[in-house]
């Protein structure tokens, strides 16, 4: 009671200061498995408590790995096979497929980059901000700015982890995949960084907590860690979350370009989870095992942080006008963020159960962080690229036939 009188007495902007070390030491305290402190420990310091990666410079991790050779270069996996052919049938042009003459006003009110509501206004004025009709729209243009720079850094990532797992993957056929995904994901850094330098002209710095994942990603030389993390983890992520940002945008160059990007997603999930459902199962050690188990809980914990959105709270409140838990509070009550949320773990959490790595030992964790209800959903290989657009668009459609005050339809 005393430190609670304590802290609440002291100025916002320190408040918020000893909030971000104490959820920083949150983050180390879940870390109980000793090899999963060994392996995430460090990159959290340097992302964490160094924020390496908003120094504005070049970040250095010295990356390493075995490369596998196979010089017989046979057939080895008849679905990784399916998925090259696939892969290949599916590459586009940027320059060709995109309508970039599309003009782009991030502050129309025609044609919202997110819908109004997107962000719980009313909660950020009980804490005591209350923006006008134009201020929302500037608001909500930052954070659609922040959605998009941080999947542009998180295909930064999966570009370098992709390139890492062509060299170290042992199945030939899926190097014959990997060398499309790298193809894939060098052409969406280059439309989510054109799109953000040339219509939002606005770019974030990427978040503390999506810089601990990368960075352990690139250190780590294990590289079935590397596929978890890239290619369960944040590409299933992500791929939720591009499905949110394509069923709320009205602006049509942003449609376009999530709908093509999430046509390759889909395939690199399932890439992941061919390439891991056997080898976790029969391959590992129970030790190992519950290592990897204890590994993607931390991660999906750092992913549920990272859509606090810090950077743009940093941004509009660096005067202290509200607390970071106040922040959190309108985050965690913003419809768009509750989406997003829903979305993305709905797509990750089945994947975990198809590879093996949400066992009963590991279960209490997730329904203690609340992702335990998404376990039933469909995994990567039931779910295509061209599906999930089409469930997308019907889903839209429902939407604008509903009435207005009718129940919202379930996910």
Known sequence: MIKETVYNHLPVRVQSQLDQLAETLDVFREMR??????????????????????????????????AHFDWS???DQPEMRDLFQRAKAGQWDSDRDLPWKTSVDPLSPEVPLIPRDFIAFDTMAEAGVRLDPKEQTKFNYSICAWMLSQFLHGEQGALFAAAQVTEAVQFFDGKLYGSTQVM???RHVEVFSRYLNEKLNRLYQINDNLFVIVDALMTDGRWDMKFLGMQIMVEGLALGAFGTLYRTTKEPLLRELLKRVILDEARHVHYGVV????????????AERHEREDWAFEIALLMKNRFMAYEVYDEWFADGRISREQWRRVVNRSKGMIEFRHVMFSRL????????????????????IGLLPFMQGKAAPELSGEQLVADLDRDLALRSERPIGASRHAS
């Open 349 to 368: 959490v089945p994947n975990l159960r198809e590879i093996g790595l949400l066992s009963p030992r590991i279960m209490p964790a997730y329904e203690r």
């Open 73 to 75: 270069y046979e057939s």
């Open 184 to 186: 894939d994901e060098g």
């Open 275 to 286: 390439a891991l459902k056997e080898h976790i199962k029969k391959d590992l050690s129970e």
């Open 33 to 66: 498995n000793p090899k999963v402190l060994l392996s995430l420990g460090p990159s959290g310091v340097r992302g964490l408590l160094l924020h390496r990666g908003k120094q504005g410079r070049p970040t250095l991790a010295k990356a390493r790995h075995t």
